[in-house]
């Protein structure tokens, strides 16, 4: 599959532009920005319907929590301006490694989770960021379950089938059900 018909991956929006020279700020959505600054090439598009418009990335830095790319054939500041607001994303193939036991959040919505003792549990609806262990909010009809997104409970995470294998505590469904606290 070629990178134009790839699955892409959104990195973040375009949020401005630095300097002279066209470079544009992207506000990625998966910090840190420093795990960006491999990319060799980009998608921008501007709304859900455009296809977007390949960059290869001349340079790329992170700054605070920014990257920081100069694009080539972007030269100037109101071209750079422009791009303002519009997705930047890379197809899923081109995504930077990550460390074992780490995966990219949006990946992870959508993917149907199992759990190994008492089958399925339901679909990732989103992936909330916390302090500690990030939770997987798990959606099973109007049912759901936060479970810790740790190598304790999460066995398996299968991108090519879309499912994530898990081992649930004993009574974690039951934390988030109403009614079912003590009192």
């Known amino acids: 599959m ?27 959505s998966e910090p840190p920005a420093e795990r960006w600054v491999e990319l060799e090439a980009i998608w921008v598009s501007a709304g859900s319907r455009d296809g977007g418009t390949r960059y290869e ?16 054939g972007v030269d100037d500041p109101d071209r750079a301006a422009r791009m303002r607001g519009s997705t930047v ?3 899923e193939a081109e995504l930077p490694p990550l460390p074992e036991g780490e995966y990219f959040h949006g990946l992870l ?38 479970i810790p997104l740790v190598d304790q409970i999460v066995e398996e995470v299968d991108r090519e089938q879309r499912r994530i294998r898990v081992r649930l505590p004993e009574g974690l469904r039951e934390l988030n059900r109403p009614g079912t606290s003590e009192g």
């Open 2 to 28: 070629n990178s134009d018909s790839a699955e892409r991956y959104d990195v973040g929006r375009v949020a401005g532009h630095r300097g002279n020279t066209g470079e544009i700020t992207v506000r990625v």
């Open 57 to 72: 990335i001349e340079a790329s830095r992170a700054y605070k929590d920014r990257l920081v790319l100069k694009l080539k």
């Open 89 to 91: 994303s890379v197809p």
């Open 109 to 146: 919505e959508g993917m149907e989770v199992v759990d190994a003792a008492s089958g399925p549990v339901g679909r990732v609806e989103r992936v909330v960021e916390t302090a500690g262990a990030d939770l997987l909010v798990v959606m099973d009809g109007d049912d759901e379950t936060m």
